[in-house]
């Protein structure tokens, strides 16, 4: 079973970036789908943004476009979520996915996930 680790997170004020990275176990069984998805206490998890990751191309969902960016560095199985102009409204723990099934925003269409890792943005 793959097995995804998140790290990056912290607390920001408003305005500011983070970088988070989501490494994988394996170098070798590389999933075709990744994303990025968060939660905040009280809500439904919501997919942030997503990547082929063999094709490369990506998408967003439109709360963050123009301010986050999802890439990954295939040689050394990272996935990273560069976050730009921080709002409050960011405030989640954030998680990462991968599956072979779909290049989806929904959270049904991955197999393997990520134990969170928490980012607060104040104001």
């Known amino acids: 079973q793959v097995q995804l680790v998140e790290s990056g997170g912290g607390s920001v004020q408003a305005g500011g970036s983070l970088r988070l990275s989501c490494a994988s176990s394996?170098?070798?069984?590389?999933?075709?789908?990744m994303a990025w998805f968060r939660q905040a206490p009280g809500k439904e998890r919501e997919g942030v943004a997503r990547?082929?990751?063999?094709?490369?191309?990506?998408s967003y969902a439109d709360s963050v476009k123009g301010r986050f960016t999802i890439s990954r560095d295939n040689a050394k199985n990272i996935l990273y979520l560069q976050m730009d102009s921080l709002k409050p409204e960011d405030t989640a723990m954030y998680y990462c996915?991968?599956?072979?099934?779909?290049?989806?925003?929904?959270?049904?269409?991955?197999?393997?996930w990520g134990q969170g890792t928490q980012v607060t943005v104040s104001s």
């Open positions: 394996t170098t070798t069984d590389v999933s075709n789908y």
């Open positions: 990547l082929n990751t063999r094709g490369g191309w990506s």
């Open positions: 996915a991968a599956g072979d099934t779909r290049y989806s925003l929904w959270s049904r269409d991955y197999d393997y």
